[in-house]
């Protein structure tokens, strides 16, 4: 089973940047959709944007249409997330995920990273 594992979290002033990466522990991460959700305190986990096993397709949330961009790198197995004009309620806990279908229901992926923390202060 591949294994994931996030970076590139940390703590940012609002309207600054970040890139998140996930990387895959083998190299049949090409063969997986992949997403990201993220989980504020208190609240439950959310999607944030997925992108298909090729990279040809992606999704994302309206809170994330045009700040966030999702990417893949098979030949490197790693996903990126790209976030830009942060704000504070984008706050939360970045979880990685893979499954075999490109979906936006977190109960799909079945394989998670640890997370990474992303602070935006105001």
């Known amino acids: 089973q591949v294994q994931l594992i996030e970076s590139g979290g940390g703590l940012v002033q609002a309207g600054g940047s970040l890139r998140l990466s996930c990387a895959a522990s083998a190299r049949t991460a090409s063969y997986y959709a992949m997403a990201w959700f993220r989980q504020a305190p208190g609240k439950e986990r959310e999607f944030v944007a997925a992108i298909t096993r090729g990279g040809d397709t992606t999704y994302s949330t309206d809170s994330a249409k045009g700040r966030f961009t999702i990417s893949r790198d098979n030949a490197r197995n790693t996903v990126y997330l790209r976030m830009n004009s942060l704000k504070p309620e984008d706050t939360a806990v970045y979880y990685c995920?893979?499954?075999?279908?490109?979906?936006?229901?977190?109960?799909?992926?079945?394989?998670w990273g640890q997370g990474t923390q992303v602070t935006v202060s105001s």
């Open positions: 995920a893979a499954g075999d279908h490109f979906t936006l229901r977190a109960e799909t992926y079945y394989t």
